[in-house]
């Protein structure tokens, strides 16, 4: 299977440009160019930035010159810094993956939601299209419904040819539905050239990673695992990527995992179990990924609570 070149191991800036109370001290304080160094120390290659489509647009869709400058900088800061980028778009004009937190509707019905987003991509390129090989782009995280799919594989084919007339060769990662799962890859058209790539997400199984969850009503908050009693292992994680990893070679393209993690409620040593389990294939696969998330969040891997098995976990990514 081909592999994402500059995009092997990283860690997710979640926070900061988006599921955020958008607050100016929020954007200037959450992540500053320290954490970038703070990160390239953990021996990652790339950080996966999500940003919200209202950190750079205005109400009208103008562009917001003050909301560009935290790209900006995460370009500079990941280039001082030996680190790649990937920009993702979290939440577009109309559709977030987060229907308890936004209200967003509307985008794969609405001719004008989807040339806002088209517009938006084709901005982003104009600024950073051209920091091949060392910036990629995501075009929206976790598209959710099933119905969704065929709009959506319309709607990113006609995002790529605009972004090509801008950035011919810049890597753009493409996911499914029921939230990037690895299982629905295989409802992706085929790649539109050689340097799109398959994006999925992993947090299986469901129920060991998000135990005590309080934003989602698919588990019960009060229920704990251990990660033995989870079953989970390599042959659990090489059969879940079994369709996905197929449609990759089928298509002459690779796979990347944008999200995978284990909630803080998970003890630090079944943490560090789980992540070894998942990386495991992930490396014999040769399927980049990012760890959510670098702090905080739920998930924080930088966080007080696994200080005593940090250097353990980080070699791990």
Not at 16 to 26: A, F, M, P
Not at 216 to 235: G, K, L, N, Q, W
Request: charged share 25%.
């Amino acid at each position: 299977m081909k592999k994402m070149i500059g995009f092997n191991k990283g860690v997710n800036f979640g926070g900061w440009l988006s599921q955020c109370d958008y607050s100016k001290e929020h954007l200037d304080t959450f992540i500053t160019e320290n954490d970038f160094k703070i990160a390239a120390s953990w021996g990652i290659d790339h950080i996966r930035v999500p940003f919200d489509y209202n950190i750079l647009e205005n109400k009208d869709g103008s562009y917001r010159e003050e909301g560009f400058a935290y790209l900006t900088m995460a370009v500079n800061a990941c280039r001082a810094n030996g680190l790649n980028l990937i920009l993702d778009l979290h939440k577009t004009a109309g559709f977030s993956f987060d229907y308890y937190g936004e209200d967003e509707n509307g985008f794969f019905d609405s001719e004008e939601y989807q040339e806002r987003f088209y517009r938006l991509w084709e901005e982003v390129a104009r600024r950073y299209g051209k920091l091949v090989p060392n910036v990629a782009f995501e075009l929206l995280n976790e598209v959710t419904d099933a119905s969704f799919i065929d709009a959506w594989n319309r709607i990113a084919k006609e995002c790529i040819r605009r972004i090509r007339a801008i950035a011919p060769d810049i890597i753009i990662l493409v996911g499914s539905y029921y939230n990037n799962s690895a299982s629905t890859v295989q409802y992706l058209d085929e790649p539109y050239d050689e340097n799109v790539f398959y994006n999925m997400h992993c947090y299986e199984p469901l129920k060991f990673t998000h135990q005590g969850a309080y934003w989602t009503d698919a588990i019960i908050p009060e229920e704990r695992m251990a990660f033995e009693e989870s079953v989970t292992s390599e042959e659990y994680f090489e059969e879940l990527f079994s369709t996905a990893v197929a449609k990759a070679e089928n298509h002459g393209t690779g796979l990347y995992c944008g999200e995978y993690g284990c909630i803080d409620v998970v003890s630090p040593e079944d943490t560090v179990k789980w992540y070894r389990t998942i990386n495991a294939v992930f490396r014999k696969h040769d399927i980049g990924r990012a760890a959510w998330n670098y702090k905080r969040m739920d998930f924080g891997l930088s966080d007080d609570r696994l200080n005593g098995v940090h250097d353990e976990l980080v070699k791990l990514l």
